[in-house]
């Protein structure tokens, strides 16, 4: 019979898979918080900036897993994905998409550590949409994740 290859990235639960991947993230040089993380918030819902020490390589983990798992994934998607619920007081709740700067930032680092690559839209095609898709690298680096 024929060895079965397995696949870490859907045996392991989320967020076990998502610590490991940020742990083994923290070792890419491509992938530093930059200064301004520790100001910012990341949703206008959110009512302080974010307190976890490592939330920039968490964030990440979790970007990188979406586009493993949902092929190209852009910016705006992403955005809507980590939203949430905005407190309006005494009004009802409504959702807001995240910000859109921290997706950005991490795409962009992933970019440059040759994880993803962008695909731009090109005219006439419905085929190919914009946004992040993992490179050979990118997959490969998930996949041994153990």
């Given amino acids: 019979m024929a060895k079965e ?3 870490s990235v859907y045996e392991m639960s989320p967020q076990e898979y ?3 991947l940020a742990e083994a993230l923290k070792s890419v040089s491509e992938f530093k918080e930059p200064e301004w993380a520790k100001f910012v918030k990341s949703s206008p819902s959110n009512e302080r900036p974010i307190e976890d020490v490592d939330f920039w390589h968490k964030r990440a ?3 990188l897993r979406q586009i493993y798992k949902n092929g190209i994934v852009g910016v705006n998607r992403l955005r809507t994905r980590y939203g949430s619920k ?3 007081g005494v009004r009802p709740e409504k959702f807001v998409k995240a910000g859109g700067k921290i997706i950005r930032t991490i795409l962009q680092q992933s970019d440059k550590a040759g994880f993803t690559e962008a695909l731009k839209t090109t005219k006439g ?9 993992l490179t050979a690298k990118g997959k490969a680096f998930l996949e041994e994740i153990k």
């Avoid at 095609?125 to 898709?133: A, D, H, L, Q, V």
């Fill in 5 to 7: 290859k397995t696949n």
């Fill in 18 to 20: 998502n610590l490991k």
């Fill in 61 to 63: 983990a979790s970007i």
């Fill in 86 to 88: 905005k407190n309006r």
């Fill in 125 to 133: 095609t419905k085929e190919k949409r914009p946004g992040r898709r």
